[in-house]
Nanobody, 124 residues
Framework: QVQLVESGGGLVQVGGSLRLACAASGPIFSGYSMGWFRQAPGKEREFVAGFRWLSGITDYAGSVKGRFTISRDNPKNTVYLQMSSLKPEDTAVYYC?????????????????WGKGTLVTVSS
């Protein structure tokens, strides 16, 4: 059983930066593709960024490309999301998720494990 625990959320001003962390426990962390998703009030959960374990390729949603960076530290079983140039529309609960599937299109239904989320609020 994989457990994911997010941290690092908080209140930040427009243009500021935050780094989220997702600590994973369970077997073969390096064998999981790890993704960050977010859900704003009244909206569906959406993909933000992901790291594919098989290829090492990172994917980003168009809305965050160039501003957010996903990285992982396998020895620490942790994946990070560095967020910069934050905008009010980035306000959401951010979730970490993982899957062992060989391929994923980062749909929420294709993720096997989820954290409980951490709230990011960008104020203007």
């Amino acid at each position: 059983q994989v457990q994911l625990v997010e941290s690092g959320g908080g209140l930040v001003q427009v243009g500021g930066s935050l780094r989220l962390a997702c600590a994973a426990s369970g077997p073969i962390f390096s064998g999981y593709s790890m993704g960050w998703f977010r859900q704003a009030p009244g909206k569906e959960r959406e993909f933000v960024a992901g790291f594919r374990w098989l290829s090492g390729i990172t994917d980003y949603a168009g809305s965050v490309k160039g501003r957010f960076t996903i990285s992982r530290d396998n020895p620490k079983n942790t994946v990070y999301l560095q967020m910069s140039s934050l905008k009010p529309e980035d306000t959401a609960v951010y979730y970490c998720a993982s899957t062992m599937r060989l391929s994923t299109n980062w749909g929420t239904s294709g993720m096997d494990y989820w954290g409980k989320g951490t709230l990011v609020t960008v104020s203007s």
